[in-house]
């Protein structure tokens, strides 16, 4: 009974453990003095205005006012055309999908691939660009195309280009498509796949993150408990050092799934609760609305 129910809210959640998996660093106030920092002590036009389409994105998820503010500035800068063609588009795209319409993000998205397909430069962003769009559409076209647009078009860019991070985040998502169906050893064998190429990076990063919560829900819905704990601990110690990190919600998702796979409501509930709260603090909906 635990199973069908758990695999009955993983198809319902789908789209929104997707968008809520949103790739962002983990230590996220050190980004974001970054970011700051880079636009108020730099001259150069097309730096700040890239920085400052970083900080549009990153806030797309929690505070839609601030993150189309600075996509305005952007868009209305003199010097926009500095940008290369297509980037834009992306972070259009980007900021319409977190705001729910998809119509709109889908045709800003179609135009992001068309202008970066040839541009070397910036594949990271076409990836990204490929990935969003499928995403969008999972409700109207399937679980298929997006297995086929990670298959065809996500993973070569990435393998072409050796994005370790962007490559493995692909298949931890493939992964997580497949579990999201039912297939949890195919599931399985791609977020390890995941891990293997993360072996490859010098340190860890938020897609370690994204592939240990993905692997505590597989396991949780196979289930698995014993394996779900070792990669819940995993996710834990990394997140410790960041207290105030917005990915905290989504551990306190996977920690009450482990909780209620060994049948401890208590604490599933308690875990619910601080997710909830943090969620509602953070203003992240997709998140609020798994937990």
Known sequence: MYRS????????????????????????????QHLNSTIENTKNNTIVLSNKLLLS???????SLKSKQILDEVISS????????????????????????KAQAKLYYEDAIKLLENDIKNTDILIKAWYNYAYIQ??????????????????????????????AYSYTQLGLTFMSVGQFDKAEA?????????????????VHLIVYFNLVSNYCYKPDSKSAKIYLDK??????????SQLYPNYYYQEAMYYTTI??????????????QLAKQGNQIKLLHLL
């Open 5 to 32: 129910i758990s695999l009955l809210v993983s198809i319902l959640f789908f789209s929104q453990l997707l968008q809520a998996q949103q790739l962002i660093p983990l230590d996220e106030q050190a980004y974001l």
């Open 57 to 63: 994105e990153y806030w797309a998820q929690s505070n």
């Open 78 to 101: 003199s010097q926009k055309n500095s940008l290369s063609n297509g980037i834009i588009e992306y972070y259009k795209g980007f900021y319409n999908a977190h705001q729910g319409d």
């Open 138 to 167: 999972v409700e109207d076209r399937g679980y298929d195309y997006m297995v086929k647009t990670l298959t065809e078009h996500c993973i070569p860019l990435s393998e072409k280009t050796n994005n370790v991070e962007l490559l």
């Open 190 to 206: 791609y977020h390890k796949k995941a891990l293997e190429e993360l072996k490859k990076t010098e340190k860890l990063n938020s």
């Open 235 to 244: 996710a834990k110690a990394l997140l410790n050092p960041f207290e105030k």
């Open 263 to 276: 049948q401890d409501y208590t604490n599933a509930l308690a875990s619910l609760s601080k997710g909830v």
